[in-house]
């Protein structure tokens, strides 16, 4: 059971790229100089701040993207409330049975509420333009008298069509958190991709350092990556670990 560079988060590919820069570092204090593993420093310095900025900047998208759901959600509460609201009172308006207005409060719900309330869990772009469609037929002239005789408040209007300006402007702000933290993957994927041809090369290297005989030289050499090695084995264990559950599961008598 094996493990690969690829299987490795990317906050652990940053911590293994600063840890292991600093063990470079200190080897290269106190010499003697290698230049050829000393070159790796650079490198390490390079993608170690890639890597920083791209962990940094996908959680603050995650944080961003989450702030803006939550604010999406309460405004479209708000637009589900007065749809509710405004469509019941019409509804019931129109089912009184002495109200010489009865006809036509009716008439004003068939107009702007066909469906009823068949829309509030339509998609949220989906339900404000049918809410807005209603909108312009309540506010119209043509049902303009039966709105005043039936009493059914002006102001509610109003404060439908703030609760639509704002679920509008809150969906547009969760699309561009969608877009920031889509170009903070896409960015942080190709920093892994660089993560992972250095470190590729830097094993090769270490390993091809020393002899087999070499005994101080390899324990050097494992003490050097020890960040990545530990991690790497870590997740090979959990490999195993899932793969002996699924086994004994599989093996498991059945009960007929």
């Not at 405004?75 to 019931?92: N, Q």
């Amino acid at each position: 059971m094996s493990a690969t560079l690829n299987q490795i988060p990317r906050a652990e590919k940053r911590e293994i790229a600063t840890n292991v820069l600093a063990n470079l570092k200190a080897r290269a204090a106190q010499g003697p100089a290698e230049p050829a593993l000393d070159a790796y420093i650079p490198e390490l310095t390079d993608i170690e701040a890639v890597l920083d900025t791209q962990v940094t900047a996908s959680t603050l998208a995650d944080a961003k993207r989450a702030a803006r759901l939550a604010r999406l959600d309460a405004a479209d509460d708000a637009v589900d409330t007065w749809y509710r609201h405004i469509e019941s009172y019409l509804e019931i308006e129109a089912r009184r049975r002495a109200s010489p207005h009865a006809a036509a409060a009716g008439a004003l719900h068939e107009a702007a509420f066909s469906d009823g309330l068949a829309h509030i869990n339509d998609s949220i772009a989906d339900e404000n333009r049918i809410c807005r469609d209603a909108l312009v037929i309540l506010r119209s002239n043509e049902h303009a008298a039966t709105v005043q005789a039936i009493e059914l408040p002006a102001v509610w209007f109003d404060r439908w069509e703030t609760a639509l300006d704002e679920s509008d402007t809150a969906y547009k702000d969760v699309d561009a958190a969608r877009s920031d933290k889509q170009s903070s993957v896409n960015a942080g994927r190709d920093a892994e991709a660089e993560w992972v041809e250095l470190f590729v090369r830097l094993r090769r290297y270490v390993s091809s350092r020393a002899k087999r005989s070499d005994t101080a030289r390899i324990q050097e050499g494992k003490a050097l990556l020890a960040p990545l090695l530990d991690v790497l084995g870590k997740l090979k264990a959990q490999a195993a670990a899932r793969a002996t559950r699924r086994r004994n599961a599989e093996q498991a008598p059945t009960n007929e």
